[in-house]
């Protein structure tokens, strides 16, 4: 029995030093394999970091900045905010990477002209035409290098295009400032419906503003209204014309047309006075000098146009093949100052104009 006991102690002692050195093991196979786990990942990640280095060195070793030109037509603001709209969604998505070259043509459409020279002899990467006048010129001034316009109304009264389908092709595109026209014919037999005689006032020199009356003329004569022209030639002459609008009208109507929006000073100072209203095709001119409009945000219709620029400059998207974008809403709002010096009273409906 003695021996027994002896031969089972000897016989458990080896067994126990065994596990024992078999836990040994394991724990040192576990610790080598975590090691190499995390010297593996450690790698991986010097790897990742060294690689995403690389990239942006060739990032920065390919010189992928870009110059845009911005040909303004004339300081309003309408206009001001569609270029500001565009500065800012273009640097959102490119942040440093992007250099304005903006410049205002004073309402010359020969400065327009000149301008747009100097982008392309400065091989700029696009160009921003905001304004009718200032994309003519941008057309007339390079078939190369990519041209997105802005507060345009319809391009193809602009470019000369017959039976417009919507994509310019070319070297052009861009965003319309196009409000439906016979929305704000119904818009000014809403607030006046006991009116007969409506004046159309509205700049000569500017297509799409002949555009807009004239569309706006068919709508209004199919209402009952008796509507006369009164066209402008420039800012010398519209005092003259404004006086006779408002002597022989019962309500004036304005299309988008950037010289009235320079000169809503002077034709408020005539219209308001002779208790005319005047509905506008925007909102710059209706808080300078109309009663009401249905409008759309410009800064808004800008940050569409920037969006653009950026799916170009980056070659996500092909400048010849872009349709021409238009403003996805359309507000009716009012000016309430002059709404309560003429004791016109709008619908619920309608937004107040908040100037600054």
């Not at 309402?107 to 002209?113: E, V």
């Amino acid at each position: 029995m003695k021996k027994s006991a002896k031969l089972l102690s000897i016989l458990l002692a080896g067994t126990m030093a065994l596990s024992v050195t078999a836990c040994a093991g394991s724990a040192e196979e576990t610790t080598q394999a975590a090691s190499e786990t995390s010297q593996a990942e450690e790698t991986q990640a010097a790897d990742d970091a060294a690689s995403e280095a690389e990239g942006d060195d060739a990032q920065a070793a390919s010189g992928e900045t870009y110059t845009i030109g911005i040909c303004q037509l004339v300081q309003h603001e309408a206009l001001d905010a569609a270029t500001q709209g565009f500065k800012d969604a273009v640097t959102e998505a490119l942040g440093d990477a992007v250099t304005f070259d903006e410049q205002n043509a004073q309402g010359d459409s020969n400065t327009c002209s000149t301008i747009i020279n100097s982008f392309v002899s400065n091989d700029v990467d696009l160009i921003m035409a905001n304004a009718t006048a200032a994309l003519q010129a941008a057309q007339a001034g390079t078939n190369e290098i990519p041209i997105l316009g802005t507060s345009v109304t319809e391009y193809g009264v602009a470019l000369g295009i017959d039976d417009f389908n919507g994509t310019v092709g070319g070297n052009i595109s861009g965003t319309s400032d196009l409000a439906p026209l016979d929305e704000q014919a119904a818009m000014l037999q809403e607030l006046f419906p006991d009116a007969e005689n409506v004046g159309l006032l509205y700049c000569s020199a500017e297509a799409n503003s002949q555009y807009q009356v004239d569309t706006v003329k068919a709508a209004l004569e199919e209402l009952g209204y008796t509507c006369e022209y009164y066209a402008f030639s420039d800012s010398n002459d519209l005092s003259t014309i404004a006086t006779n609008a408002a002597s022989q009208c019962d309500v004036i109507y304005i299309p988008t047309d950037n010289t009235a929006a320079s000169n809503t000073e002077i034709i408020n100072n005539i219209c308001q006075p002779a208790g005319v209203p005047i509905i506008a095709g925007e909102e710059g001119i209706c808080a300078g000098c109309g009663v009401a409009s249905l409008t759309i945000s410009y800064y808004d219709l800008g940050v569409a146009t920037g969006e653009m620029a950026v799916k170009i400059l980056t070659g996500e998207a092909d400048v010849s093949e872009m349709p021409i974008e238009y403003a996805p809403q359309f507000t009716k709002k009012y000016n309430k100052t002059i709404c309560d010096a003429l004791g016109i009273t709008v619908p619920e409906d309608y937004e107040e104009i908040v100037t600054e």
